[in-house]
């Protein structure tokens, strides 16, 4: 006979999110909330509606949805605000999130987390400063008066703070809490080794199918294009054992960047001009896609991604146990209050560095607040924490507490800038991503 679990489980999570859109758009809150109650409920009460054990089969669900959920928001990003931004978004996204990792492992010294080695430490910090691209849209999406500015630096921040995390885990924070000890320098060079290549690989496949796309003229095909790069750049990168993600991520972004290159010199006077080299290279001329079609492009990608983040939503509603929570209870609110302070720190520095140096773009008081409540957690620390190996002592205490300050950042988080926005920051509404 016939199963229909997969027909069932695609039955749930749709009604999930249109559900979840509907309710939230009329009582004006991020439907990230509802999802995220909607998921627990749904598997608590009702796991006919999930017959499929995504927890069981959790390496596929990673492969099938982190392309998904990366590729939209890299879309996104426009070359000429990357340009613009560029050392702000390398600050907040590299530079803030070793210092904060290496300040949260730091406390290993004040024995916070009995028991846990120094390793343990920065695995721990690098999960658990993961911001989640998805979650913070769902939320911010419903928030009015954030300069563009402000939306740049929340982009690109939450993309390039992922890549970073994602190398801090695997090449440093991992293998030193399994192995007990680290080659420092090794560690250093091993992780610049995995930035450097990973980021060679995704601007090679990113100019490759910029290239292809210059052979198809029409919006649904070069939407797959871009899901086809986004799956070959993360299985290429994990094949040669770099980074996925920040390949996935360069790659898209590069891809991008040619586009929108293309797309202002149509629209502007060089146009007209001679060709250069580098403008023959790209085949000059000949177009890779149009504003209307990008645009098709971005919205069918941002509904994709959106799917598969819902799935990740069900993985955890599948680890939530509130008598596990309330056992840990102590750990969760330290590590979400340490986590809070550790980036409302780095935000604050970053702030301050505004003011003083003229590449890194001024934010006042209100930026800052809105870059420290902006970083909540979701489908990447919940990926990150069941990679760690079942052998190990702490992964139960890893994963509740994951698993809470995950929770505890959204609706933290979320209704603080919910708050914000609606009784002290109204202003004529006006969609936050919009180009």
């Known amino acids: 006979m016939h199963s229909f679990a997969p027909e069932i489980l695609l039955i749930t999570i749709l009604t999930l999110v249109v559900l979840s859109d509907s309710v939230s758009a009329r009582l004006k809150i991020p439907s990230v909330f509802l999802l995220l109650i909607g998921s627990y409920l749904v598997y608590t009460y009702a796991k006919m509606a999930v017959?499929?054990?995504?927890?069981?089969?959790?390496?596929?669900?990673?492969?099938?949805?982190?392309?998904?959920?990366?590729?939209?928001?890299?879309?996104?990003?426009h070359f000429s605000d990357i340009k613009k931004h560029a050392w702000s978004i390398f600050y907040l996204a590299v530079f803030a999130v070793a210092l904060s990792i290496t300040a949260g492992a730091s406390l290993y010294y004040m024995d916070i987390f009995e028991g846990l080695t120094l390793g343990a430490y920065v695995s721990l910090f690098a999960i658990n400063m993961a911001t989640d691209a998805v979650s913070v849209q769902s939320v911010l999406s419903r928030f009015q008066g954030i300069s563009h500015d402000i939306k740049v630096l929340i982009e690109g921040e939450s993309l390039g703070n992922d890549a970073t995390a994602v190398i801090a885990f695997f090449f440093i924070g991992l293998p030193w809490m399994m192995s007990g000890s680290i080659d420092a320098g090794e560690a250093t060079v091993d992780a610049l080794r995995v930035f450097a290549v990973s980021m060679g690989i995704g601007i090679t496949l990113g100019y490759l199918f910029y290239m292809l796309m210059k052979l198809i003229n029409d919006k649904r095909g070069e939407l797959f294009v871009?899901?086809?790069?986004?799956?070959?750049?993360?299985?290429?990168?994990?094949?040669?054992?770099?980074?996925?993600?920040?390949?996935?991520?360069?790659?898209?972004?590069?891809?991008?960047?040619?586009?929108?290159?293309?797309?202002?010199?149509?629209?502007?006077?060089?146009?007209?001009?001679?060709?250069?080299?580098?403008?023959?290279?790209?085949?000059?001329?000949?177009d890779a896609t149009t504003s209307e079609r990008m645009e098709y492009i971005y919205e069918m990608a941002k509904e994709f991604g959106y799917i598969a983040a819902v799935m990740i939503f069900f993985v955890l509603a599948e680890m939530v146990s509130l008598e596990k929570f309330w056992e840990y209870k102590t750990e969760i609110l330290a590590m979400f209050i340490i986590t809070t302070l550790i980036r409302a720190l780095s935000m604050a520095k970053f702030a301050f560095w505004g003011n003083k140096v003229k590449h890194i773009k001024p934010v006042g008081f209100e930026?800052?607040?809105?870059?420290?409540?902006?970083?909540?957690?979701?489908?990447?620390?919940?990926?990150?924490?069941?990679?760690?190996?079942?052998?190990?002592?702490?992964?139960?205490?890893?994963?509740?507490?994951?698993?809470?300050?995950?929770?505890?950042?959204?609706?933290?988080?979320?209704?603080?800038?919910?708050?914000?926005?609606?009784?002290?920051?109204k202003e004529e509404e006006k969609k936050l991503f919009a180009h």
């Open 226 to 286: 871009f899901i086809i790069e986004a799956y070959i750049a993360y299985v290429v990168a994990e094949h040669f054992h770099v980074s996925g993600i920040l390949t996935l991520i360069t790659a898209i972004i590069a891809t991008k960047a040619w586009i929108d290159i293309d797309m202002k010199k149509l629209e502007g006077e060089d146009a007209k001009k001679s060709k250069t080299f580098l403008q023959r290279f790209r085949l000059h001329g000949i």
């Open 367 to 425: 930026g800052w607040f809105i870059l420290t409540f902006s970083g909540m957690k979701g489908a990447l620390s919940i990926i990150l924490v069941h990679m760690i190996p079942d052998s190990f002592a702490y992964k139960e205490l890893f994963e509740v507490v994951t698993t809470g300050v995950v929770i505890l950042s959204i609706f933290v988080y979320g209704t603080t800038l919910w708050s914000y926005f609606t009784f002290f920051k």
């Open 51 to 77: 017959p499929i054990d995504l927890k069981f089969y959790f390496d596929t669900v990673i492969l099938f949805c982190i392309p998904l959920i990366f590729m939209a928001d890299a879309l996104h990003l």
